[in-house]
């Protein structure tokens, strides 16, 4: 019974001492410098750290419990003098009796109880205390301990400490959180862009939120249109794609894509999908001359509004991030899956969830601050038009709702859309089932007034198909099943 008790006594004092200091600075390390929850961390490695905590408690346990040993020693006098000049410090003297502690081994000794009893008769010496410290009094009293006691003792040590850094530290590498954080703190202490850029004062976005949700495969100024073509070149042409010339050609295997204007600079992504790499690049448009600003991966939807750069990060399980135009300051935003993004006057309309299921779009302003929900389900390639909110939902099928959620979805086209965009003349909408046995209607771009009537079929092809919004008229990019691409000029009013 005593024996047990000895154990637990060890034990408290071990998890007392150090586990919740330990926990206490992992806290700090992983989730407030990390942004790793601790919780979800040993929730998923549970088994793992209790093997670790296993390894040392049980070791730690046997290394202090209460021992008894002696040596012969042929008088008492002068043991308090030896012990004191050497590493122990007497507390107690009293005829044939001390007390003693070690002044080594910190911060066991103050953790645990390091005090030893000792007691002489009949020309022996014999203690009561922690094991590992009687073992050491009776070394320096001139007794003896193995070679192979003190390896075993050190190994015991490295070995404890290995089980319980790899409980911890291996889980957060796994998990992929520290190794983002370590990446993202490195990049925002350490990389600069060449130089500073800001968002002019008579402009506000990068893009228009129709053209990002079809893949941002174009953006304009009032003087020219800038486009992807075959997936891996950004060409620039005026009105009507006339006298195009090529600005970039991606190297073999990359393909870009989210194409942004700030003022004379050029924002767009290169994704490597072979080595599965990715890079925020922008262009001057003026000495046609590229910058590299981020290279950690996974940034898609970029949304550039104000002086902020929103984008969902792969790397951190497609949460929702920030960063500022010249790739600085990269931080989260709304820390859960996220599968939608639209920025709209100081608001980012969000469909996320947890885990990636149970969806659900929200509203949150730009500092992240939450607002309300707006539906308990995704709302892809979300647009908001004059008073309602325009989404691709179930059954790919689009539909609306009011900005103020008065009254239930509408359904404009119950199935198959693959993009939409909105203009003044209507909406525009591609139509696309692999099977075309099973349509209805034809694939292709069809054009519709707000209320989901008068549909006329404007651009007949069998592909995907995106649209973008240039100077006042359409971009059709038609997309083939084995990579062909075809770009088309659609002028608004006049059918051609």
């Known amino acids: 019974m005593e024996k047990i008790r000895d154990w637990i006594d060890i034990g408290l004092r071990a998890t007392m001492g150090y586990l919740i200091p330990i926990f206490f600075i992992l806290y700090v390390i992983l989730e407030v410098t990390f942004n790793i929850e601790l919780y ?135 998990n992929g959180g520290m190794l983002w954080e370590i990446k993202r703190l490195y990049h925002n202490n350490f990389v600069e862009a060449e130089t500073i850029v800001e968002m002019p004062e008579d402009q506000i976005i990068g893009n228009s939120v129709e053209n990002i949700n079809n893949g941002s495969f174009a953006v304009a100024n009032d003087r020219y249109i800038f486009y992807v073509e075959e997936g891996y070149q950004i060409k620039k042409a005026k009105q009507e794609l006339r006298d195009s010339q090529t600005l970039v050609t991606a190297e073999k295997n990359r ?54 750069i929103y984008f969902i990060n792969a790397e951190d399980e497609s949460s929702l991030y920030k960063m500022d135009l010249n790739g600085n300051d990269v931080q ?93 003349q209507g909406i525009f909408y591609s139509l696309y089932r692999r099977s075309s046995m099973y349509l209805e209607e034809d694939n292709g771009v069809y054009q519709m007034d707000l209320e989901g009537k008068e549909r006329k079929l404007v651009y007949k092809v069998n592909d995907t198909v995106e649209i973008a919004k240039v100077n006042g008229d359409l971009l059709f990019r038609a997309t083939g099943e084995y990579g062909y691409e075809d770009i088309k000029w659609y002028e608004l009013g006049t059918d051609q």
């Open 332 to 424: 989260s935003v709304h820390a859960e899956f996220t599968t939608d993004l639209a920025v709209y006057n100081n608001q980012l309309i969000i469909s996320s969830s947890e885990e990636e299921r149970d969806l659900k779009t929200i509203i949150r302003d730009t500092p992240g601050n939450y607002h309300s929900t707006i539906m308990n389900e995704e709302m892809r390639d979300l647009v908001k038009w004059a008073d309602y909110y325009y989404y691709i939902g179930e059954n790919e099928g689009l539909y609306r709702v009011k900005t103020t959620l008065e009254s239930e979805p509408e359904v404009l086209v119950e199935h198959n859309i693959s993009n939409f965009t909105i203009t003044e």
């Open 40 to 174: 979800n961390l040993f929730e998923e490695s549970f088994i793992l750290f209790l093997i670790a905590l296993s390894s040392y408690l049980v070791p730690l346990i046997k290394r202090y419990q209460y021992h008894k040993a002696g040596i012969y020693l042929p008088t008492f006098e002068g043991v308090k003098k030896t012990l004191n000049e050497n590493r122990w410090e007497v507390l107690v003297l009293h005829n044939n009796e001390m007390i003693v502690r070690p002044r080594f081994d910190f911060p066991n000794r103050i953790v645990l109880n390091s005090k030893i009893s000792a007691e002489y008769k009949q020309n022996r010496l014999e203690f009561a205390g922690p094991y590992y410290y009687v073992d050491q009094l009776i070394i320096d009293l001139g007794g003896d301990t193995s070679d192979r006691d003190k390896k075993k003792e050190k190994g015991w040590y490295k070995s404890t400490i290995g089980a319980v850094a790899f409980a911890i530290i291996f889980p957060s590498i796994l």
């Open 255 to 308: 393909e870009i894509e989210e194409l942004n204007l700030v003022g004379d600079w050029l924002y767009y992504t290169e994704q490597d999908f072979i080595e599965d790499k990715a890079a925020l690049k922008r262009m001057n448009l003026e000495n046609e001359k590229s910058e590299t600003l981020y290279m950690m991966g996974g940034a898609t939807q970029l949304h550039i509004y104000d002086n902020w």
